[in-house]
């Protein structure tokens, strides 16, 4: 039997909240989650880092501190999560770190992506070899860079039995198709959470919509809901990625600006909720023809109960559940992810998926930072 490896995934999403850790080994079988720890981040370099994520005057220097860090952040939720487990450094065999993305434009000429957290600050904090930079490769190779947890989805959910849709619900939504026979494809559908926090965040000082209770609270509009689904993302061919260069508080201000009359708060929730909904579903129709057996929900968005209610009420036909199901708490997935692409970076194995990510080749993904 192979020795078994433990690896850490460090995930910092597109809602900026915490940085979560995950603690995985990996061996003969299926990977086993041995611990999870999150950590929030201060108030300063959130605001910092949403700086960085909109178009506007050049902060270089800002970037520059954000980096660093950020990746002190990394370094100390790794090192606490490692304490809180009574896990040492030494039993770790790498890190995996997705960084924080400040921009993501796969369909500019020059094609580019910029995740922040500098990987040597958390390889020399930590003492742990870690790996980073995941998706430049990806892009060198004509892909989108994005989603990359296709490949994770494969290796852990699938059944030759089943063809199953994995829905991932972070700040932006991605959807992976895996049949029980066949290639694997996915993508993202547009928004996740990323909308509804904003919004919230706006409106009521809220970091997020608990439960998708304040959307419950409102009606959905017509009108508006309309406007959202004009937005370009939707109507592009697969495959696509997007990111919060696409979807934000100042173009979703435009639009409901654009209406005739004024909404209230909740009513315009309820309407955000409905659209990621439609927008996750429709993506559904951009996978091959065959029958879906069952669609799997992880990400923070399968907590919340308004938007899986709008989803069932979308996908009334198909078996509707969250990876818990399946043995993998739905926040934990995506860290769970970047574990297992440090470890199939160091196995020489590759982490994408073409057939994703339209690069002209599965990769070998990342950097190797020393300590």
């Given amino acids: ?74 370094a100390i939720t790794a090192k606490e999560a490692m304490a809180s487990a009574d896990i040492p450094p030494e039993h770790i065999d790498a890190i995996g770190s997705h960084g924080q993305t400040v921009r993501h434009r796969p369909n500019d000429n020059q094609p580019f992506t910029l995740q922040l957290g500098d990987p040597n600050i958390i390889a020399v904090e930590s003492g742990i070899v870690t790996v980073a930079d995941f998706r430049r490769k990806d892009m060198a190779l004509g892909g989108q860079g994005a989603p990359l947890v296709p490949a994770f989805h494969r290796a852990v959910f699938h059944d030759p039995r089943r063809n199953r849709v994995i829905v991932n619900i972070g700040g932006m939504a991605n959807i992976t198709w895996i049949p029980g026979d066949g290639t694997v494809t996915g993508f993202d559908t547009g928004p996740g959470n990323c909308l509804l926090d904003q919004w919230i965040q706006h409106c009521r000082g809220l970091a997020f919509d608990a439960n998708g ?10 009108a508006l809901l309309d406007m959202l689904l004009d937005h370009p993302f939707l109507a592009r061919r697969p495959p696509k990625s997007t990111g919060r260069e696409e979807f934000n508080l100042p173009w979703l201000q435009s639009v409901v600006d654009a209406l005739d009359a004024p909404l209230l708060p909740e009513d315009i929730q309820a309407t955000l909720t409905r659209f990621t909904a439609l927008a996750i579903a429709g993506g559904l129709n951009d996978l091959p023809r065959a029958p879906i057996d069952d669609v799997f929900v992880c990400g923070g968005g399968a907590h919340n109960h308004q938007l899986m209610a709008e989803l069932r009420q979308q996908l009334p036909s198909v078996n509707l559940a969250s990876t818990a199901a399946l043995y993998l708490e739905p926040t934990l997935v995506e860290g769970a992810a970047f574990a297992w692409l440090a470890h199939q970076t160091l196995q020489h194995l590759p982490g994408s998926l073409s057939s994703v990510t339209g690069a002209r080749r599965n990769a070998i993904l990342g950097g190797i930072y020393w300590p």
């Fill in 213 to 222: 209770q304040w959307a419950a609270s409102g009606s959905a509009n017509r």
């Fill in 1 to 74: 039997m192979a020795k078994e490896a433990t690896c850490i995934g460090l995930m910092s999403g597109t809602s900026i909240d915490a940085v979560d850790a995950v603690i995985v080994a990996f061996g003969d079988r299926r990977p086993r989650i041995l611990a999870s720890y999150s950590k929030p981040v201060p108030d300063s370099l959130r605001k910092d880092v949403l700086t960085l994520c909109l178009p506007g005057e050049d902060h270089i220097d800002l970037m520059g501190s954000v980096d660093r860090r950020l990746g002190q952040l990394f």
